[in-house]
């Protein structure tokens, strides 16, 4: 389990999420998703919040993954920094997550850089050994 960035155009970040499962890739996204945005060693899981989704394919699901997030970020002010993510086909992709972080104190959270939303532009999920995916944010 695990994240990368990598060196892409300057309105954009691009990072490659790891995991030896689905539930791990969603979750690497997640916590890559939060370290563009702020120091995530530094959000303590005080708040709890559950998500469920479905979709057509892994691609739509990340993207629902990482929007669902952002609306958090933007409607109650948190940041997140664990994730039990279960991803399951059963005709369709779903996603069961909870998710445990905290407000936004400007006294202990860096703020870095805002995350307007992710793009499908680039997306790609796949398992190659183990789970990759690919994601693009716009800044």
């Given amino acids: ?63 629902l993954w990482l929007s669902e997030l952002l609306f958090f970020v933007d409607t109650e002010g948190l940041l997140f920094s664990e994730f039990d993510v279960d991803v399951r086909k059963d005709g369709k992709w779903f996603l069961e997550a909870v998710c445990r972080g905290e407000r936004i104190d400007p006294e202990r959270h860096e703020l870095r850089t805002a995350v307007k939303s992710p793009s499908f532009h680039g997306m790609k999920v796949e398992k190659n050994g183990e789970w990759r995916a690919l994601v693009i944010v716009d800044v």
Avoid: H, N
């Fill in 1 to 63: 389990m695990g994240f990368e960035f990598l060196d892409f155009a300057t309105a954009d970040v691009a990072f490659r999420a790891y995991g030896k499962t689905l539930g791990e890739l969603f979750a690497s996204a997640g916590l890559a998703l939060f370290e563009v945005m702020t120091d995530i060693r530094k959000v303590e899981p005080k708040v709890r919040k559950e998500i469920r989704l479905e979709a057509e394919d892994l691609e739509e699901l990340m993207f």
